[in-house]
């Protein structure tokens, strides 16, 4: 049965209410279809810069109760994740309810894009954050269509997913395409009133033709050693894969040089630097010519330097400034130093409270 918000008691009773029950809705609902990335020709890449409707997209308010998805974020979402400040958004929310007696339903509709020549995979990827009603039945639908009919190709309904942490989906649509010379890509929001919202960014759909790897970690991690492993993408690669790591995260681009390569689905490392955070990333070759987009990162710290043990009986004078000593001090004032200074004259191991200008504490 429909919400009727028209009792005024039960209106505020809700209204009252619903951060409270949305406080204790259910865990947020991952529904991405792949994970595997590639190497793509873009047929619709669009991140709704200008807080217009981009050219050759269609909105359409289906159910007739005057609201629809917008472009200026009225309601002044921070939403986070992928996104910036130009998104769109369909805001029941911020609406306050439908002003008729109908639910609300809107689309919004990409452009047409040509797949009939398409010899790859048609991946849709797309930011998103949908903030459930817990007392509400909106739904966030996905749906393809192939120049005939409309096919669903995600629902999104009884719990947050990208909410509050916003996320990212990517799904095959290949057959939902039907090789159409006039594909397109809907999002329609439906059977909302005064619900929460449903936000989307960064629109790509894509012909693929080589996917990355996933799952990259670590095993077997020495001081200046370890493997790093992956899984295989659905199609593997014919030509390997190529791996890339650094000390700083910061991500490889389609240019950037691998460290090296790999025929298997692992690779060792050697020559790192002890009790280090790393970054790595995999990609697959299918080909001199054609490699997919660097995999999601993975990390790993490398074991602390390997200590040689000293010969017995042991001793030290720190006639060499430090000797053979690792000094690990704190955030607190006093902290050891190894030195010659005032109050402390021949070299030896001391407290500071001044970083080692003299033996003071």
């Known amino acids: ?99 008729n007696s109908n639910l609300e339903e809107a689309t919004i509709e990409t452009p047409a894009f040509d797949v009939s020549a398409a010899t790859g995979a048609i991946l849709l990827s797309f930011d998103n954050s949908f903030r459930d009603f817990v007392l509400g039945d909106s739904e966030g639908n996905v749906e393809v269509w192939d120049g005939s009919v409309w096919t669903n190709v995600l629902t999104i309904t009884g719990a947050s997913d990208g909410y509050p942490s916003a996320n990212s989906k990517t799904i095959d649509i290949t057959s939902a395409c039907g090789g159409s010379s006039s594909a397109k890509v809907r999002f329609r929001w439906a059977n909302g009133d005064w619900d929460y919202w449903w936000a989307i960014d960064n629109v790509l759909v894509q012909e693929v033709t080589c996917f990355w790897p996933s799952n990259v970690t670590a095993s077997v991690v020495g001081d200046i050693t370890a493997t790093i492993n992956w899984d295989a993408p659905g199609v593997p690669p014919t030509d390997g894969y190529e791996y890339y790591y650094n000390t700083t995260g910061t991500a490889p681009t389609a240019a950037t040089p691998a460290e090296g390569t790999a025929t298997d689905t692992f690779a060792e490392l050697s020559g ?9 990333w995999v990609r697959s070759v299918c080909s001199t010519s054609d490699q997919s987009d660097w995999s999601a990162v993975g990390t790993f710290t490398t074991a602390p330097a390997t200590q040689t043990p000293a010969t017995l009986p042991y001793t030290e004078d720190f006639t060499s400034t430090g000797g053979n000593w690792t000094i690990l001090n704190g955030t607190q004032v006093n902290e050891w130093f190894i030195d010659d200074v005032v109050g402390n004259t021949g070299n030896s191991l001391y407290i500071s409270n001044n970083d080692g200008a003299s033996h003071a504490y």
């Open 272 to 280: 790192l630097t002890a009790n280090t955070l790393y970054s790595v």
């Open 1 to 99: 049965m429909r919400k009727n918000y028209k009792n005024a008691f039960l209106h505020r009773l809700l209204t009252k209410r619903k951060t409270v029950f949305l406080n204790t809705a259910l865990a947020m609902l991952s529904l991405t279809a792949i994970t595997e990335k590639a190497h793509a020709q873009a047929l619709i890449d669009e991140d709704f810069s200008g807080q217009t409707l981009p050219t050759g997209w269609d909105t359409t308010d289906v159910s007739g109760s005057t609201l629809n998805w917008v472009f200026d974020n009225p309601g002044g979402r921070t939403i986070g994740g992928g996104f910036d400040s130009d998104f769109i958004i369909f805001d029941s929310d911020e609406f306050g309810g439908s002003p």
